[in-house]
């Protein structure tokens, strides 16, 4: 029996990305080697196999990837760090038009690895004589370090906080607005501020010559 035939009768069977994901190059490492010998890693994969991600969203575009990094690094405590870089083109949906609009998320954030549960939530402890290193640092996210660790879990993670809370176009396209939202709501027009030439004319019982 193959790996795959527990799944062959199940109504959970993956679907065939998740199977692919689940075997992705440099998806999996081992942190605590990854910090403790400094390696880095990097990769392309596409943006439907983060499923998080893409729920709720508009169709994505065809063959749109997902581009990750991440490198060992030590904060200014020796603080074992993965430096994670993320970068994509995510097709959201637009509040005000309601159409689809692509938007492009990119980050950069260190995860302090530790080895247990209760070092997630408990404070930092430092020598008072560390003081000027620790304030000279960042307040690192701190993650569950493991031999199997997903890196496509934190990727997914980053992506999401990057998306804006309410994406709107800048114009948006024409002819995509809903039915009964004008103009003036969309922002497409531009947005004429009274001249104050105007105001002041009409203080003095005078016609604007500035308009």
């Known amino acids: 029996m193959s790996k795959h035939d527990n799944f062959s009768d199940s109504d959970d069977a993956p679907s065939p990305e998740q199977l692919a994901a689940a ?9 605590f080697e990854f910090v403790r010998l400094g390696k880095s890693t990097q990769g392309n994969a596409p943006i439907t196999w983060f499923e998080r991600l893409v729920e709720d969203m508009p169709e994505q575009e065809p063959g749109a990837m997902v581009s990750w990094s991440a490198h060992a690094d030590k904060g200014p405590l020796g603080e074992p760090l993965i430096v994670l870089g993320v970068d994509t083109v995510l097709t959201v949906q637009c509040e005000r038009c309601l159409g689809p609009m692509p938007v492009h998320l990119a980050s950069e954030v260190p995860l302090h690895v530790v080895e247990t549960e209760a070092e997630l939530d408990d404070p930092d402890s430092f020598d008072v004589s560390e003081l000027d290193a620790f304030e000279a640092g960042e307040a690192f996210d701190k993650v569950l370090g493991t031999r199997k660790f997903d890196l496509f879990e934190q990727v997914e993670d980053e992506l999401i906080l990057c998306v804006p809370y309410v994406p ?16 003036d709501e969309s922002g497409n027009d531009d947005e004429r501020e009274p001249s104050p030439f105007a105001a002041l004319a009409k203080l003095k019982g005078k016609p604007d010559l500035a308009s």
């Open 23 to 31: 075997v992705a190059p440099g998806r999996y490492i081992d942190a």
């Open 168 to 183: 709107k176009h800048d114009v948006c396209p024409e002819g995509a607005l809903p039915p009964g939202l004008g103009a």
